[in-house]
Protein backbone atom coordinates (compact mmCIF):
# COMPACT_ATOMS: atom_id res chain seq x y z
CA UNK A 1 0.00 0.00 0.00
CA UNK A 2 1.12 3.76 -0.81
CA UNK A 3 2.62 5.13 2.10
CA UNK A 4 3.24 9.13 3.11
CA UNK A 5 6.18 10.40 0.82
CA UNK A 6 8.26 13.30 2.30
CA UNK A 7 11.71 14.62 0.66
CA UNK A 8 14.10 15.20 1.32
CA UNK A 9 15.04 12.78 3.94
CA UNK A 10 17.91 14.43 4.93
CA UNK A 11 19.15 18.22 4.62
CA UNK A 12 21.87 20.52 5.82
CA UNK A 13 21.91 23.85 6.11
CA UNK A 14 23.46 26.81 7.92
CA UNK A 15 22.10 28.97 9.72
CA UNK A 16 19.54 32.64 8.33
CA UNK A 17 19.20 30.00 4.81
CA UNK A 18 16.14 29.06 3.93
CA UNK A 19 14.84 25.22 3.56
CA UNK A 20 11.65 23.72 1.94
CA UNK A 21 9.95 19.92 2.80
CA UNK A 22 7.80 18.39 0.75
CA UNK A 23 5.45 15.70 1.60
CA UNK A 24 3.01 13.34 -0.60
CA UNK A 25 0.19 12.32 1.35
CA UNK A 26 -1.57 8.73 0.78
CA UNK A 27 -3.95 8.98 -2.37
CA UNK A 28 -7.24 10.07 -1.58
CA UNK A 29 -6.56 11.16 2.32
CA UNK A 30 -7.52 14.84 1.94
CA UNK A 31 -5.64 15.99 5.49
CA UNK A 32 -2.01 16.74 5.63
CA UNK A 33 -0.48 17.36 9.24
CA UNK A 34 3.09 18.38 10.15
CA UNK A 35 4.80 17.31 13.10
CA UNK A 36 8.39 18.65 14.14
CA UNK A 37 10.12 16.16 17.07
CA UNK A 38 13.69 17.67 18.34
CA UNK A 39 16.21 15.14 19.82
CA UNK A 40 14.88 13.20 22.41
CA UNK A 41 11.31 14.88 22.45
CA UNK A 42 7.98 14.27 21.33
CA UNK A 43 6.08 15.06 18.13
CA UNK A 44 5.11 18.25 18.45
CA UNK A 45 2.30 20.00 16.16
CA UNK A 46 3.32 22.52 13.48
CA UNK A 47 -0.13 23.01 11.23
CA UNK A 48 -2.37 20.88 9.34
CA UNK A 49 -4.72 21.57 6.45
CA UNK A 50 -7.82 20.02 5.15
CA UNK A 51 -9.14 20.28 1.46
CA UNK A 52 -6.19 22.44 0.58
CA UNK A 53 -7.20 25.07 3.46
CA UNK A 54 -4.98 25.82 6.73
CA UNK A 55 -7.38 23.77 8.80
CA UNK A 56 -5.12 24.35 12.25
CA UNK A 57 -2.24 25.83 13.62
CA UNK A 58 -0.14 24.29 16.61
CA UNK A 59 3.49 26.08 17.83
CA UNK A 60 4.65 27.13 14.52
CA UNK A 61 7.24 29.57 14.29
CA UNK A 62 6.39 32.67 12.28
CA UNK A 63 9.92 32.15 10.00
CA UNK A 64 7.96 28.57 8.67
CA UNK A 65 4.67 28.83 6.19
CA UNK A 66 3.21 25.97 4.46
CA UNK A 67 0.64 25.56 1.84
CA UNK A 68 -1.49 22.62 0.42
CA UNK A 69 -1.16 22.12 -3.59
CA UNK A 70 -4.30 21.28 -6.10
CA UNK A 71 -2.61 17.60 -6.09
CA UNK A 72 -2.86 17.73 -2.33
CA UNK A 73 0.92 17.39 -1.71
CA UNK A 74 1.78 20.15 0.85
CA UNK A 75 5.40 22.08 1.48
CA UNK A 76 6.70 23.49 4.48
CA UNK A 77 9.09 26.38 3.81
CA UNK A 78 11.31 27.58 6.31
CA UNK A 79 13.70 30.62 6.54
CA UNK A 80 16.21 32.33 8.68
CA UNK A 81 17.08 29.24 9.45
CA UNK A 82 17.93 28.76 13.54
CA UNK A 83 20.33 25.90 15.31
CA UNK A 84 17.23 25.17 16.95
CA UNK A 85 15.53 24.40 14.23
CA UNK A 86 17.07 21.63 13.66
CA UNK A 87 14.80 18.42 14.06
CA UNK A 88 12.88 15.42 12.54
CA UNK A 89 10.02 16.85 10.39
CA UNK A 90 6.96 14.55 9.76
CA UNK A 91 4.18 15.05 7.66
CA UNK A 92 0.82 12.62 8.64
CA UNK A 93 -2.37 12.08 6.45
CA UNK A 94 -5.50 10.96 7.00
CA UNK A 95 -9.10 11.10 5.66
CA UNK A 96 -12.32 12.09 7.24
CA UNK A 97 -14.45 9.03 6.41
CA UNK A 98 -18.43 9.14 6.86
CA UNK A 99 -17.63 11.64 9.14
CA UNK A 100 -15.27 9.82 11.17
CA UNK A 101 -11.41 10.80 11.81
CA UNK A 102 -9.59 8.24 10.45
CA UNK A 103 -5.70 7.13 11.63
CA UNK A 104 -2.97 9.86 11.16
CA UNK A 105 -0.61 7.83 9.03
CA UNK A 106 3.11 9.22 9.53
CA UNK A 107 6.16 9.49 6.58
CA UNK A 108 9.16 8.62 7.90
CA UNK A 109 10.52 12.19 7.96
CA UNK A 110 12.90 14.67 6.94
CA UNK A 111 16.22 15.14 9.28
CA UNK A 112 16.65 18.96 9.53
CA UNK A 113 19.89 19.77 10.66
CA UNK A 114 21.42 23.81 10.54
CA UNK A 115 25.15 24.21 11.16
CA UNK B 1 0.66 21.19 29.36
CA UNK B 2 1.41 18.23 28.05
CA UNK B 3 -1.67 16.33 26.92
CA UNK B 4 -0.41 12.68 27.00
CA UNK B 5 1.90 11.22 29.39
CA UNK B 6 3.42 7.66 29.01
CA UNK B 7 4.26 5.95 32.29
CA UNK B 8 7.12 4.81 32.63
CA UNK B 9 9.79 6.52 30.94
CA UNK B 10 11.74 3.63 30.35
CA UNK B 11 11.70 -0.15 30.81
CA UNK B 12 13.66 -2.80 30.24
CA UNK B 13 12.55 -6.48 29.87
CA UNK B 14 13.69 -10.09 28.75
CA UNK B 15 12.05 -11.38 25.63
CA UNK B 16 9.18 -13.36 26.39
CA UNK B 17 8.46 -11.07 28.96
CA UNK B 18 5.14 -8.60 29.04
CA UNK B 19 5.29 -4.63 28.44
CA UNK B 20 3.13 -2.98 29.89
CA UNK B 21 2.91 1.09 29.29
CA UNK B 22 0.61 3.93 30.57
CA UNK B 23 -0.59 6.73 29.23
CA UNK B 24 -2.59 9.87 30.49
CA UNK B 25 -4.37 12.39 29.68
CA UNK B 26 -5.86 15.69 30.51
CA UNK B 27 -9.00 16.80 27.59
CA UNK B 28 -11.85 15.32 26.52
CA UNK B 29 -10.60 12.80 23.34
CA UNK B 30 -11.97 11.70 20.25
CA UNK B 31 -9.73 8.40 19.53
CA UNK B 32 -6.44 7.83 21.47
CA UNK B 33 -3.51 6.19 19.20
CA UNK B 34 -0.62 3.72 20.18
CA UNK B 35 2.89 4.46 17.95
CA UNK B 36 6.28 2.85 17.25
CA UNK B 37 9.33 4.85 16.82
CA UNK B 38 12.55 2.73 16.10
CA UNK B 39 15.64 5.16 17.47
CA UNK B 40 15.49 8.28 14.56
CA UNK B 41 13.04 6.42 12.44
CA UNK B 42 9.56 7.34 11.84
CA UNK B 43 6.21 6.53 13.50
CA UNK B 44 4.62 3.38 12.81
CA UNK B 45 0.66 3.40 13.51
CA UNK B 46 -0.13 0.56 15.90
CA UNK B 47 -3.80 0.95 17.10
CA UNK B 48 -6.65 3.14 17.49
CA UNK B 49 -8.94 3.26 19.81
CA UNK B 50 -12.03 4.89 19.86
CA UNK B 51 -13.62 7.38 23.02
CA UNK B 52 -16.43 4.88 22.93
CA UNK B 53 -14.35 1.43 23.36
CA UNK B 54 -12.49 0.32 26.59
CA UNK B 55 -10.81 -2.23 24.51
CA UNK B 56 -8.53 -3.27 21.33
CA UNK B 57 -6.36 -6.17 20.32
CA UNK B 58 -4.24 -6.39 17.66
CA UNK B 59 -2.14 -9.49 17.44
CA UNK B 60 0.01 -9.15 20.33
CA UNK B 61 -1.19 -5.65 21.34
CA UNK B 62 -3.72 -5.13 23.82
CA UNK B 63 -4.58 -1.65 24.19
CA UNK B 64 -7.39 -0.36 26.92
CA UNK B 65 -8.67 2.31 27.53
CA UNK B 66 -10.80 4.14 30.44
CA UNK B 67 -12.12 7.45 29.72
CA UNK B 68 -13.25 8.53 33.34
CA UNK B 69 -9.57 8.12 34.30
CA UNK B 70 -8.50 9.73 31.39
CA UNK B 71 -5.66 6.92 30.90
CA UNK B 72 -4.72 4.17 28.54
CA UNK B 73 -2.66 1.17 28.09
CA UNK B 74 -0.64 -0.70 25.77
CA UNK B 75 0.26 -4.10 26.49
CA UNK B 76 2.69 -6.30 24.54
CA UNK B 77 2.50 -10.07 25.16
CA UNK B 78 5.30 -12.58 24.54
CA UNK B 79 7.57 -9.23 23.59
CA UNK B 80 10.59 -10.18 21.34
CA UNK B 81 13.79 -8.17 20.85
CA UNK B 82 12.70 -6.31 17.69
CA UNK B 83 9.78 -4.34 19.69
CA UNK B 84 12.78 -2.33 20.89
CA UNK B 85 11.70 1.14 20.15
CA UNK B 86 9.92 4.41 21.82
CA UNK B 87 6.56 3.95 22.01
CA UNK B 88 4.13 7.23 21.87
CA UNK B 89 0.67 7.53 22.93
CA UNK B 90 -1.44 10.38 20.81
CA UNK B 91 -4.75 11.91 21.68
CA UNK B 92 -7.00 13.63 19.16
CA UNK B 93 -8.67 16.30 21.71
CA UNK B 94 -12.45 16.29 21.10
CA UNK B 95 -12.00 20.52 19.31
CA UNK B 96 -14.92 19.97 16.75
CA UNK B 97 -14.41 20.88 13.06
CA UNK B 98 -13.20 18.00 10.20
CA UNK B 99 -9.98 17.33 11.18
CA UNK B 100 -7.59 17.16 13.99
CA UNK B 101 -4.08 17.43 15.43
CA UNK B 102 -2.82 14.94 17.69
CA UNK B 103 -1.08 15.25 21.11
CA UNK B 104 1.98 13.26 22.04
CA UNK B 105 2.98 12.22 24.59
CA UNK B 106 6.78 11.88 26.09
CA UNK B 107 6.47 8.05 25.26
CA UNK B 108 8.50 5.28 26.59
CA UNK B 109 11.63 3.58 25.82
CA UNK B 110 11.20 -0.45 26.00
CA UNK B 111 14.29 -2.47 25.87
CA UNK B 112 13.48 -6.20 25.30
CA UNK B 113 16.35 -7.78 25.99
CA UNK B 114 17.43 -11.41 24.39
Known amino acids: AAGVIQSPRHLIKEKRETATLKCYPI?????VYWYQQGPGQDPQFLIS???????DKGSIPDRFSAQQFSDYHSELNMSSLELGDSALYFC??????????????FGPGTRLLVL | SQQGEEDPQALSIQEGENATMNCSYK?????LQWYRQNSGRGLVHLIL?????REKHSGRLRVTLDTSKKSSSLLITASRAADTASYFCATDADSGGSNYKLTFGKGTLLTVNP
Open chain 1, 92 to 105: ASSSLTSGRRETQY
Open chain 2, 27 to 31: TSINN
Open chain 2, 49 to 53: IRSNE
Open chain 1, 49 to 55: FYEKMQS
Open chain 1, 27 to 31: PRHDT
